[in-house]
């Protein structure tokens, strides 16, 4: 788990800027370099969480981008893990079964702590299509690796689809319409962190 965090790290830090371009467009501009701070200070906690259980290593990363990461993406993606987390808890590896339900927790997680659902151009509309299309391989009985792609595929797909919708949760709502046309950042960090885990898994 630590070194596909670690992977994890080292890809918003090689797409920060791309993914602070894509806020400057919507929102606050500060995405990508929140994010990067976040992961950083995860980064630094690795080397301590390396012998601890994955529900531990999970529930610290979740603390630790809860009090490093500003604007709203802190708070979402901190509980996202810590849900996780907690689904999987005392896990010293995960398999299909133990990744659905820490997936399952960590969307539960960004719904409750966001007040939002798909739908509405956020990281949801990644997340949403890629938890369906990872249970549908995971359930049939497919290798994690294989779900895992499934999943970053649909990410993929669904980051690409909140270009044609209009924002109505975040600092983007607040241009109405003239959102269309550019992608949710949230949703673009949510397929990286995805087709992180794909590849590392």
Do not use: W
């Not at 959102?179 to 087709?195: E, F, N, Q, T, W």
């Amino acid at each position: 788990m630590c070194t596909i965090l670690k992977q994890m790290a080292l890809q918003i830090q090689v797409h920060k800027d791309e993914l602070t371009e894509l806020d400057n467009a919507i929102g606050d501009g500060d995405h990508g370099i929140n994010l990067a701070r976040g992961f950083g200070a995860v980064q630094e906690k690795l080397p301590e969480l390396e012998s601890q259980d994955i529900g531990s290593i999970l529930k610290t990363v979740g603390m630790t981008l809860v009090s490093t990461v500003g604007g709203a993406s802190g708070p979402l993606y901190g509980t996202a893990f810590m849900k996780a987390g907690a689904a999987c808890k005392g896990l010293q590896e995960l398999d299909a079964e133990s990744f659905l339900k820490a997936f399952e927790a960590a969307i539960g997680g960004i719904k409750m702590r966001g007040k939002s659902d798909e739908g509405e151009k956020t990281m949801l509309d990644a997340l949403g299509p890629a938890f369906r299309a990872y249970a549908e391989k995971a359930e049939a009985g497919l290798p994690l690796k294989t779900a895992l792609e499934a999943a970053a595929i649909a990410a993929e797909n669904g980051l690409a689809h909140t270009s044609e919708i209009i924002a109505t949760k975040g600092r983007a709502s607040y241009l109405g319409e003239r959102s269309l046309g550019h992608v949710d950042p949230g949703a673009a960090s949510s397929a990286l962190m995805l087709k992180v885990l794909a590849e590392n898994a």
